[in-house]
């Protein structure tokens, strides 16, 4: 406990202030860069393929931002998935300190330790804007950083997909029975409710989906929405396309710097971090949110059966869902956080359930 208060204190006391930063992109004054500044190149590995400009690209917008803010100084060189490690390595490698950074989805490593879900997206869990409420206002980056101080990581979140899709099918679910034998593609722990609902889960990136998809090794994926979704050409590999993605209501992807790595670096370095890594999470959140409509528009024109999980699915889900979460609590670590978690899930729903959602239902509904 006593060395994960001093790392808490070491890293919040210096970028706490910074998580958000006021500065608006294009609004940034020139960088004070100062004499005898080192010149650091990192390397920072991502979970994700290079094609996928949203959330692979939150990498790229955050190297840029530090070099900016540094005068060129600081170089962060990130790496797609398979270039220096595998995709779902990355923990493990800013663990060993293979890379200096790494950029994923927590909920990858739950194997390693279930809590991590918290870090990415649980079933039913928080949508975007609940979390990013949760982590800078909420108490929640004090919890996950603690969690992460078992891996000498110091975490950040680092993009938002929103609402995820439910994914691509090639069979009908029209009840919960359908979903028995279904083969499909879906990571964390909402592929551990599809498990018990009777699906063989696969785990696979998402540059390997379709092909997987195209020659019938799965009947069905999830990756993220219309936007990526359409780029990775799924349209054509599969026919229905549900909603929602009750296992993803906001995923949010983290950077990890190593702990080594991070006390290394200077404070102003420290702090170009953590302002970039705020702007890469707001950025990644309002590009989804910029590009998701007209893709949805073009699936949707293009033929694709738009289908909603019925209510059986949903309830099983959700039954399913919530037994599966209140079994991690056995180890008090879990308890702490799946217990803050899930009072600020409650306020936030009553809350957001009368000011955003009985909205979005009346302007929906026209
Ligand atoms: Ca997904």
Not at 61 to 67: D, I, M, N, P, Q
Not at 189 to 204: F, N, P, S
Not at 257 to 270: D, E, K
Not at 344 to 354: E, I, M, N, P, S
């Amino acid at each position: 406990m006593q060395r994960r208060n001093f790392v808490k204190a070491a890293v919040l006391g210096s970028s706490a202030g910074l998580l958000l930063s006021s500065c608006a992109p294009g609004d940034i004054g020139a960088p004070s860069v100062q004499t005898g500044d080192p010149s650091l190149r990192w390397r920072l590995v991502s979970s994700f393929s290079r094609g996928l400009d949203t959330i692979f690209g939150a990498a790229e917008v955050l190297a840029e931002r530090v070099s900016h803010l540094t005068g060129g100084r600081f170089r962060i060189l990130v790496y797609p998935a398979g270039e220096l490690v595998p995709a779902f390595e990355v923990l493990e490698s800013v663990q060993k300190g293979t890379a200096q950074m790494g950029h994923t989805a927590s909920y990858y490593y739950i194997g390693k330790n279930p809590a991590l879900a918290f870090d990415t997206t649980v079933p039913f869990g928080l949508t975007a804007r609940q979390f990013n409420g949760w982590v800078y206002h909420g108490g929640g980056m004090d919890l996950l950083r603690s969690l992460f101080a078992d891996y000498n990581v110091i975490n950040f979140p680092g993009g938002n997909t929103g609402v995820q899709m439910g994914g691509w099918f090639n069979r009908e679910v029209n009840a919960v029975s359908d979903l028995r034998g279904l083969s499909m593609r879906i990571p964390g722990m909402g592929g551990r409710v599809m498990d018990r609902l009777g699906v063989a889960v696969q785990q696979i990136p998402g540059g390997e989906i379709y092909p997987a998809l195209e020659r019938g090794a799965i009947d069905a994926a999830e990756w993220v929405g219309p936007y990526d979704d359409e780029k990775l050409g799924f349209a054509q590999v599969a026919r229905y396309y549900y909603y929602p993605g009750w296992w993803e209501p906001g995923a949010n992807l983290s950077f990890y710097v190593s702990r080594a790595a991070w006390n290394q670096l200077p404070s102003h370095y420290q702090h170009a971090v953590a302002v970039a890594a705020a702007e890469a999470n707001l950025d990644m959140l309002s590009r989804y949110d910029a590009v998701n409509p007209a893709s949805f528009r073009r699936l949707v024109e293009g033929g694709t059966e738009v289908r909603a999980f019925p209510r059986d699915v949903m309830d099983a889900a959700f039954a399913s869902a919530e037994a599966l979460l209140q079994e991690g609590t056995a180890d008090p670590e879990y308890a702490k956080i799946f217990d803050a978690y899930t009072q600020w899930r409650q306020d936030a729903t009553a809350w957001f359930g009368t000011s955003e959602q009985t909205f979005a239902d009346y302007m929906h509904g026209h």
